[in-house]
């Protein structure tokens, strides 16, 4: 193939080596930039571009934010002035869409077992991710066992889900509940809009994610959740439950494996409305 | 335009004065540029104004075997390669999302779900399958305490040039709430999951493509959540709305978080759609 290389001298900025098979190759000397496109200038890939492999250090290709959203089919690009979402336009009619940028936390394991004490604000996957003032799609699922059958409980129905974090967070959407208990089980609902999930001393309840239909003593609880986050505040964001009931010793609860939560900024809108 | 262009004798640089710069492949191959490896390409491009195309990806025939990294657009819609063989659907969301609260249905009048535009229509396309998602919170603001029933339709006439759309059967799951008892257990009331199935509805008023709750008595919070598939024969607007089936007092309250969105899975003349690798 023909490489252009860039040279070693300024009276030789350029290297070329031509060969016979037809196709071009960008070097450096040096650098691990091989091209850069000037700002305010437009690419097409009319043909297919191979790019390298990423390295610890650099990133295949890197695009730059722009401020026009994409609007012609096959536009696609980082539009950053207010949402930092990556976007493109699968058609001229449709407008610009959204390229879903996840962060997802899903356990593979099962967690320690705890005791949970009413009103106790618990991280549900003890981590936490840094967000910034943004409006998020949420998207939660968690799977609790109560693990030993010597001790009832109650309460459990008022169990919320609350941000632990220094982020200050409003939540609006819908969330769901599932229990097991025993062979019977029950599928239930919760549901909650615009309430206040921040901070470990939040005084009113903010989304359910837990029913407890009796006092039982074998117990699995399924939650869902679906929304919007609404970030005020910048900080760290701690998914987390608030206790709504007891379980303690000698019984306990853990977090079973494929408890998940993603977290998709963006929530603005896209696509043509009228 | 200024051309670089590989040929079979030589590597030539063509100049002229358009300022344009264009990388050409002699005959036979048809990669137009190679990065060497440990290489990266940066992309500056802030573009500035309205009508100027950022990166564009020229429509093209899908590769008979994608490999990992590749990137393709067929004019439909983008797909990503993670594994060699697993070419998957790049989602580009149409979604709109009500920031703020505003005035819901008081009777039999549809209102638009989400505060998006004027009528929150969504511009949909033919020949496209959109998977779409719906999660609605509205309450009422207020007295009010005869029974109604909350009716989601998904296309109505609000906009002129209603597009033309097929459902496949698709679930939606609703709750509502009594006022009273609104975060304090038990805090459900009634909860109907009900799938819904109905073909080419072309928008309209009660009778199309709709879901109905039951209907209760002094109802605080309505929260509807659906997820489906529905393609689209004629291109136009797409008009999520909701009504009651009877006049009540005080008008319902859309929440913020209220959201619409859709995503085009594929292009395809048929309802079957198969994404990935299947066997």
């Known amino acids: 193939m023909s490489t252009i290389a860039a040279g070693t001298t300024s009276s030789a900025a350029l290297v070329l080596t031509p060969d016979t098979t037809g196709a071009a190759v960008l070097a450096t000397n040096g650098s691990t930039t091989a091209l850069t496109i000037t700002a305010g200038q437009a690419t097409s890939f009319a043909k297919n571009v191979s790019l390298p492999a990423g390295t610890a250090s650099a990133a295949p290709f890197t695009i730059g934010s722009m401020t026009q959203v994409p609007q012609a089919s096959g536009d696609f690009g980082a539009y950053g002035e207010t949402s930092s979402a990556f976007q493109a336009c699968p058609a001229t009619s449709f407008g610009n869409g959204v390229i879903p940028p996840l962060r997802i936390y899903r356990t593979t394991a099962n967690s320690a077992t705890t005791n949970w004490t009413s009103g106790i604000v618990y991280s549900i996957f003890g981590v936490s991710c840094n967000i910034d003032v943004a409006t998020y799609m949420i998207e939660l699922f968690v799977n609790y066992v109560k693990s030993g059958t010597t001790n009832t409980f109650s309460g459990l129905g008022s169990t919320t889900f609350v941000n632990n974090g220094t982020s200050v967070c409003t939540f609006s959407g819908i969330s769901e509940s599932f229990v097991g208990a025993g062979t019977s089980g029950v599928s239930l609902n919760a549901v909650t809009y615009s309430a206040t999930v921040s901070g470990a001393t939040l005084t009113s309840p903010g989304t359910y994610l837990i029913y407890n239909p009796t006092s039982v003593a074998d117990w699995q609880g399924l939650g869902y959740l679906r929304g919007v986050i609404t970030c005020t505040t910048a900080g760290t964001f701690v998914p987390s439950i608030r206790a709504g009931g007891s379980i303690f010793s000698p019984d306990s609860v853990y977090l079973r494996t494929g408890s998940y939560i993603t977290l998709r900024r963006g929530a603005f809108t896209s696509g043509t409305w009228a | ?279």
Do not use: C
């Open chain 2, 1 to 279: 335009m200024t051309t670089l262009t590989a040929t079979t004798s030589t590597t030539t640089i063509t100049g002229d004065t358009t300022g344009t710069l264009v990388f050409n492949v002699g005959s036979g191959p048809t990669t137009a540029l190679t990065l060497n490896t440990d290489q990266t390409a940066t992309f500056t491009s802030p573009l500035v104004s309205t009508g100027t195309n950022p990166h564009n990806i020229a429509a093209g025939t899908l590769k008979t075997s994608p490999t990992a990294g590749d990137v393709e657009y067929d004019g439909g819609v983008f797909y990503a390669t993670p594994t060699t063989g697993q070419r998957a659907v790049v989602q580009t969301l149409a979604q709109g999302i009500s920031a703020s609260t505003y005035n819901g249905p008081i009777n039999t009048t549809y209102v638009k779900l989400v505060n998006s535009g004027t009528n929150g229509a969504l511009y949909v396309v033919a020949g496209y399958i959109y998977l779409f998602e719906v999660v609605l919170v509205s309450t009422v603001n207020g007295g009010g305490t005869n029974s109604r029933t909350p009716q989601f339709v998904l296309v109505n006439s609000a906009v002129s040039g209603a597009a033309t759309l097929t459902f496949s059967p698709f679930v939606m799951n609703s709750t509502l709430y009594p006022a009273a008892t609104i975060n304090v257990a038990p805090y459900w009331n009634v909860n109907q999951q009900q799938a819904y199935s109905q073909g080419s509805p072309t928008g309209g008023a009660s009778g199309n493509a709709n879901f109905t709750t039951a209907s209760v008595s002094s109802v605080n919070t309505l929260a509807m959540y659906g997820r489906g598939i529905f393609q689209v024969s004629t291109s136009g607007y797409f008009s999520p709305a909701y009504a009651l089936t009877n006049t009540v007092s005080v008008a319902y309250q859309n929440r913020p978080g209220t959201f619409f969105t859709v995503t085009p899975l594929g292009y395809s003349a048929s309802t079957s759609l198969t994404i990935g690798s299947w066997a």
